[in-house]
């Protein structure tokens, strides 16, 4: 049965045959063109046969036998056979239906200059035999399917890694004689199989292996979602290359990266995690289950920076006149989503407090062999693990780096450069040591989607943190921090679950914020309540006003995790550009319920099964919730609000004409200040007098990002029309948070309004982030 999916609005298919053969490691080699808008060279992939007999340790001859249910099988035009020695990848005059050779007469879907594009297919996604299997069925050759879309592939090459000086030690064979198939495979298993205190050889021999000369070119095409490659006579995953080289670039509109301007006007490219991940970066293996590690060489202009998820502080080596390289490399297996990478003209800040700026520092800190020792056990599978290594366990702050536009210098200077230290430690002191040994932090351009965005060893945040006080931009900082341990060092099998991740870093970002600014027990409980407060409303207003199927947090329900007999899946929802805009997996946060909200004798009334009914599997509010979920009657924040909301409303009731009172007004944390602008959006009429007053009071316009977007929803509510060019402001400088403004700027069908939210749009559309844009789009048009 084919699911037919839009690729704009549905499923995002996972098409990886990873139950097969799983990526170990991958070697980029890229050069960052900013003129044409593309990334291209070439990435190498290092593969181990999944559930494979170890036939190199015995006499006989085993291979791994894997059966599924449907093979693919492939229809040749004339060219159907090429020997190995003289292999040449399909021209245009080939490709593959629905895995099968196009014949003669059949469409033509590639490229002009004969390479092999993703194509947008229109004939639907098979969803469980989109992927060939692995067993040996007479004649059929095994096919490798990686996730791949918007990418231009070139070519596709088996690589001699028998060809490497030296590489005979992987084979424990004095002299390599005759170089077969199986001796390549077997090099490859062996320097895969590397202990995790050679880490630093293993690097090498890759490096050194993703250099060799290719051995043959091997068989390939591409469709919307994948790359599928074969070797003539390889017939099982064990019988195919275990290391190939592909050659390919990124296209403009390549949906992984996005190609725009910095806030003061330079040309940068950087991945904002996009809905698809990174299969419009590089080919690759999206499933969470195919854990791999990376390095990565990148070439650019020498007036740009190169940042990258990397254990290395990289620093640019020059290869010509004009021209740098950067290096970065991970050993901690991960998916290949998490690969993060940004290319810019941005400063770096070096104030006297941040602790990465030392090359002694980065030594001291670093996993090297000598460092290597054990401290305790780990379950996970073997790499340098930093919670085995003694010294990393007491470093509270790990070497940080600091990245900023030109003219954002002084707000950073002002705001975040203040928190990064004391945020990690905070951190440290809850969880215990970091997961990563450093991290650097980047200010990105103003057309990021979101608040901020953690990778390994690099944190995204929105322009929006710098404004205002610093409760923004610390509990932010926190919340990513928090992402380190929950999303990257340990994560969900499935990507529906992101519940998980984000749960625990939603209820973390608040302990860690009170650790950091050292509160009182009483205090942080306060700041937690009043926090727990706006979250409450925040999640009874999505309810209310999105699709149901979207406040699902386990959509698969009890077929969450599973897969195809070849490992290919399906992200439910995947595609939704509204998806990218929901917060009930932020705010959903059963386990601080849990833990804090129900009394000690009503949790025995839960169990995993209701939890997953109606807490995962349901839309809504869960009923425990909305039972037990309302503000503490003690809760001195929020009271005092309720207090001064008292006040405004009396001030707004008085007759125009009568002299104001003098009401004295208290002064209101950031949250408090959320709430208290929420409170009054309940309020039927403010007057323009009560409004301006209201803005004087609390300096609305230099109030953080939370702050600036309830008084702009207060200004259209109320065509507050003095104050319209906040609103415009706003929607230009906070693009990660004024889409919902152009909503209420429409919804009221108010002219003056409406040519505003038009007049923003067509100023920002050009750089805007593209599901953003789609649904600012659909508000509007």
């Known amino acids: 049965m084919e699911v037919k999916l839009d690729p704009s609005r549905d499923d995002l298919p996972l098409m990886a045959n990873t139950s097969h053969i799983l990526v170990k490691h991958y070697v980029l080699d890229l050069d960052v063109n900013f003129e044409s808008q593309v990334i291209e060279g070439t990435i190498v992939l290092f593969f181990e046969c999944e559930n494979r007999v170890r036939k190199y340790s015995s006499s006989t001859e085993e291979v791994c036998r894997l059966e599924s249910n449907e093979t693919c099988k492939f229809r040749m035009s004339e060219l159907c056979h090429v020997p190995v020695t003289n292999t040449r990848t399909f021209s245009s005059t080939t490709g593959y239906n629905d895995f099968s050779l196009y014949s003669k007469g059949e469409k033509d879907t590639s490229d002009k200059d004969g390479n092999h594009d993703n194509q947008e297919l229109t004939s639907g996604i098979p969803s469980s035999k989109y992927c060939c299997d692995?067993?040996?069925?007479?004649?059929?050759?095994?096919?490798?399917?990686?996730?791949?879309?918007?990418?231009?592939?070139?070519?596709?090459?088996?690589?001699?890694?028998?060809?490497?000086?030296?590489?005979?030690?992987?084979?424990?064979s004095p002299k390599l004689t005759v170089v077969s198939e199986e001796l390549r495979n077997q090099i490859v298993h062996e320097?895969?199989?590397?202990?995790?205190?050679?880490?630093?050889?293993?690097?090498?021999?890759?490096?050194?292996?993703?250099?060799?000369?290719?051995?043959?070119?091997?068989?390939?095409?591409?469709?919307?979602?994948?790359?599928?490659?074969?070797?003539?006579?390889?017939?099982?995953?064990?019988?195919?290359?275990?290391?190939?080289?592909?050659?390919?670039?990124?296209?403009?509109?390549?949906?992984?990266?996005?190609?725009?301007?910095?806030?003061?006007?330079?040309?940068?490219?950087?991945?904002?995690?996009?809905?698809?991940?990174?299969?419009?970066?590089?080919?690759?293996?999206?499933?969470?289950?195919?854990?791999?590690?990376?390095?990565?060489?990148?070439?650019?202009?020498?007036?740009?920076?190169?940042?990258?998820?990397?254990?290395?502080?990289?620093?640019?080596?020059?290869?010509?006149?004009?021209?740098?390289?950067?290096?970065?490399?991970?050993?901690?297996?991960?998916?290949?989503?998490t690969f993060t990478i940004a290319v810019g003209s941005w400063t770096e800040m070096k104030p006297e407090t941040c602790f990465s700026n030392t090359l002694a520092t980065e030594r001291a800190f670093s996993l090297s062999e000598a460092d290597f020792r054990h401290v305790g056990i780990c379950g996970h599978m073997e790499y340098p693990c930093r919670f085995q290594n003694a010294s990393a366990t007491t470093q509270k702050v790990i070497p940080y780096r600091v990245f900023v536009p030109e003219c954002l210098q002084r707000a950073c200077q002002e705001t975040l450069l203040q928190l990064i230290s004391p945020c990690l430690s905070a951190a440290h002191s809850v969880l215990g040591t970091h997961p990563f040994s450093r991290l650097d932090v980047l200010i990105v351009p103003a057309n990021f989607p979101s608040l901020g965005m953690a990778s390994p060893h690099i944190i995204f945040l929105s322009q929006s943190t710098l404004t205002g006080a610093s409760q923004l931009c610390g509990t932010r900082l926190c919340h990513e921090i928090a992402h380190a341990w929950f999303g990257l060092a340990i994560g969900a099998r499935d990507w529906t679950e992101e519940w998980l991740s984000e749960g625990f870093a939603t209820h973390l970002e608040d302990v860690f914020w009170a650790e950091a600014q050292q509160l009182a027990p009483h205090e942080a409980q306060e700041q937690q309540e009043l926090r727990a407060c706006l979250r409450w409303r925040r999640?009874?207003?999505?309810?209310?006003?999105?699709?149901?199927?979207?406040?699902?947090?386990?959509?698969?329900?009890?077929?969450?995790?599973?897969?195809?007999?070849?490992?290919?899946?399906?992200?439910?929802?995947?595609?939704?550009?509204?998806?990218?805009?929901?917060?009930?997996?932020?705010?959903?946060?059963?386990?601080?319920?849990?833990?804090?909200?129900?009394?000690?004798?009503?949790?025995?009334?839960?169990?995993?099964?209701?939890?997953?009914?109606?807490?995962?599997?349901?839309?809504?509010?869960?009923?425990?919730?909305?039972?037990?979920?309302?503000?503490?009657?003690?809760?001195?924040l929020v009271r005092l609000v309720g207090a001064e909301v008292a006040k405004w409303i009396r001030v707004n009731r008085r007759p125009r004409k009568r002299k104001r009172g003098k009401e004295v007004f208290e002064k209101l944390l950031p949250d408090q200040l959320v709430l208290l602008l929420e409170l009054l959006l309940e309020q039927k009429a403010l007057s323009p007098q009560t409004l301006q007053s209201l803005e004087k009071t609390y300096h609305l316009p230099e109030q953080d990002a939370e702050v600036r977007h309830r008084w702009c929803e207060l200004i259209v509510k109320h065509k507050y029309t003095r104050a319209y060019k906040e609103v415009e402001k706003f929607l230009q400088e906070d693009q990660a948070m004024g889409v919902y403004l152009y909503g209420e700027l429409m919804v009221g069908e108010d002219a003056r309004q409406q040519q505003l939210a038009h007049r923003c749009f067509q100023l920002t559309r050009e750089q805007m982030d593209r599901a953003t844009a789609e649904v600012v789009s659909e508000m509007l048009f």
Not at 147 to 172: F, H, Y
Not at 231 to 255: E, L, N, S, V
Not at 600 to 621: H, T
Request: with cysteine; net charge negative.
């Open 191 to 337: 320097l895969v199989a590397l202990p995790a205190d050679h880490w630093r050889e293993q690097l090498d021999y890759y490096f050194h292996c993703s250099q060799a000369p290719g051995c043959g070119e091997l068989m390939f095409d591409t469709d919307i979602w994948s790359l599928q490659i074969r070797k003539t006579g390889a017939q099982t995953a064990t019988d195919f290359p275990h290391a190939i080289r592909i050659q390919y670039r990124t296209k403009p509109m390549g949906r992984s990266v996005t190609w725009t301007s910095d806030q003061t006007g330079r040309p940068c490219v950087y991945t904002m995690g996009s809905p698809i991940n990174n299969r419009a970066l590089f080919p690759c293996q999206e499933p969470p289950v195919a854990m791999s590690t990376w390095q990565a060489t990148v070439q650019a202009a020498a007036s740009f920076v190169v940042l990258m998820s990397g254990e290395n502080s990289a620093k640019p080596t020059q290869l010509r006149e004009g021209c740098s390289s950067w290096y970065y490399y991970v050993t901690m297996p991960m998916p290949a989503s």
């Open 539 to 636: 999640l009874q207003d999505e309810v209310r006003d999105s699709s149901e199927e979207l406040q699902v947090l386990r959509p698969n329900k009890e077929k969450t995790g599973h897969v195809s007999d070849s490992g290919s899946s399906v992200i439910k929802h995947g595609l939704n550009p509204e998806k990218v805009f929901m917060q009930v997996h932020y705010l959903k946060d059963f386990l601080q319920m849990l833990l804090e909200s129900i009394p000690e004798e009503k949790r025995v009334e839960l169990s995993v099964e209701n939890i997953f009914q109606d807490w995962l599997e349901s839309s809504g509010i869960p009923q425990p919730l909305q039972t037990e979920r309302q503000a503490p009657a003690g809760c001195e």
């Open 134 to 172: 692995t067993g040996n069925h007479g004649s059929e050759d095994f096919l490798l399917v990686l996730d791949c879309c918007d990418l231009s592939v070139l070519k596709v090459e088996e690589v001699d890694v028998a060809a490497v000086p030296g590489i005979e030690k992987l084979t424990r």
